[in-house]
């Protein structure tokens, strides 16, 4: 079961997401109703969205229809720059990148910590 949890930061104009355990389609699910009443309450064009997935697990196949859909969310709200925050992982790391490019999400950025 994973989780998340969303902190607005105004001062610095950054979205703060923690995603963390294996990810349901009733967790994507959760998360993206989640996601859309947190980013109505700002203009994400003035936002950069920084998510930390460093508890995150690999996702399951099945899961990654919804993980594209989060991805497209991301693009459609029109965030300055999508950072993914990841501890050392080329299978997430992979994961990760090869769902944004067939998203084509093109500004985000993954940090390995």
Known sequence: MGSFNFATNSADSILNVQVEGTMSEEDAGRFIQEYNQIVSKFDPAEYDI???CT???VSTPDVLPMLEQCYLLYQQSGFKKVVFTITKSPILKMQ???VARSTNLENYEIIEV
């Open 55 to 57: 508890r995150l697990n």
């Open 96 to 98: 990760l990148s090869r």
């Open 50 to 52: 920084v998510l930390d």
